[in-house]
């Protein structure tokens, strides 16, 4: 099994800062992707940032210049640095990883259970 772990959610005001965690464990061969998604009230699961294991990153229109997603390969850990935050970045943000569990195993997408970002004065 695997688990993807989040933390570092929670209620900032607007132009704040927050930084999201997202560990990875149990049976794990080798991780291609790691990102983070989020899901606002009434809108679908959009893409925020990913992060490949060579360090190329893609982000979002919408939080380009201001989040920066980074990641520890020896913790296997993926972090997103949320700053000049907005009232409309408040979501669900759930991190996800594209890993193999053994050699032999094809490519599968695995799902933290999210943490809520709340952006409000």
């Known amino acids: 099994q695997v688990q993807l772990v989040e933390s570092g959610g929670g209620l900032v005001q607007p132009g704040g800062s927050l930084r999201l965690s997202c560990v990875a464990s149990g049976t794990i061969f080798s991780i291609n992707a790691m990102g983070w998604y989020r899901r606002a009230p009434g809108k679908q699961r959009e893409l925020v940032a990913a992060?490949?294991?060579?360090?190329?990153?893609n982000y979002a229109d919408s939080v380009k210049g201001r989040f920066t997603i980074s990641r520890d390969n020896a913790k296997i850990t993926v972090y997103l640095q949320m700053n000049s935050l907005k009232p409309e970045d408040t979501a669900v943000y759930y991190c996800?990883?594209?890993?193999?569990?053994?050699?032999?195993?094809?490519?599968?997408?695995?799902w933290g259970q999210g943490t809520q970002v709340t952006v409000s004065s």
């Open positions: 992060i490949t294991s060579g360090g190329s990153t």
């Open positions: 996800n990883a594209e890993l193999r569990q053994r050699s032999y195993s094809p490519h599968s997408n695995y």
